[in-house]
């Protein structure tokens, strides 16, 4: 038994068991084959996450599980929509990377974010690591567009592939035509940058959403008194009715799952073979 809050600047709304599976499952099991060796995801023979999306075509994939996480550009004929999904990381160490206050706060790259402020700000890691694979997750969405001629993208991923795919959609959005429909639905996101940062998703997708279960400690890093801050959005999954995650009573298997209908993430956990 779990509820799922929908959180909202003033409230809480709950998600209709329908709104569960088509807006925040189908992204949860892209996100899960994420962590699955590239060499299945190409030919979609990962085993019980590939079997649970059937007939998906993959145009790309990649990544070596250190500086570029796994990642892939795919279609799926059932949503009309081109997908990209990033893996994530283990949570201990994104944890230990995310509470090093070494790290700084860097403008957005002018050349993949043309429209936005130079007072939006985010970590310089995850923009680094987005970087890595900016440019063939861009081309390869264009073309997989125009071959398929599909007007949706969806941009998903956990943990550290939450943030790398929320980067992703903002480059994604000021790149395409303004006749894709591009949707970001992620799971276990750290704090990505600053209040403008926030802003910049909030105004270009209403739609946004990110997952958080129970009391999984990656949402809450980096903090804000660090200046970093959540866009809206926020989907928590609770078996009580708080809103607060304190560092201290968190529980790290949160962030692996299971979230909702036994989805967990990880490289062990999401039963890849
Ligand atoms: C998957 O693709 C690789 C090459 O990309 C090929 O060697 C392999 O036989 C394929 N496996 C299946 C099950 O089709
Ligand atoms: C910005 O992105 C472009 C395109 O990927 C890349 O060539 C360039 O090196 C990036 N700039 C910095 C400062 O990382
Ligand atoms: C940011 O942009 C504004 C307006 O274009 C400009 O006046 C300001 O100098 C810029 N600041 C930095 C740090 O580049």
Partial sequence: MFALFFALPAFFTFFSPSTITTDLLRPALFARTAYCPTSTIVNWTCGAPCNALPGIQV???????????????ASDPQSQSIVVVHEGTDPADLLSVLNDIEFSQVNLNSTLFPNAGNDTLVHDGFQ????????????????????????????????????????????????????????SVVFGLPRVGNAQWASLVDSLFPSFAHVTNQKDPVPTVPPQFLSFVHPAGEAHITTHCSDSTELLDSDIQNHLGPYFDGVSFGSSASGCS
């Fill in 128 to 183: 680094d690591t987005q970087g890595r694979t900016a440019d063939t997750i861009l081309s390869t969405v264009q073309s997989a567009l125009a071959s398929t001629g599909y007007k949706n993208v969806l941009v998903t991923g956990h943990s550290l592939g939450a943030a790398v795919a929320s980067l992703d959609a903002v480059m994604l959005k000021m790149a395409l035509p303004n006749d894709v429909a591009i949707n």
């Fill in 59 to 73: 145009f790309t994939a990649g990544g070596n599980q250190g500086t570029i996480p796994f990642f892939y550009v």
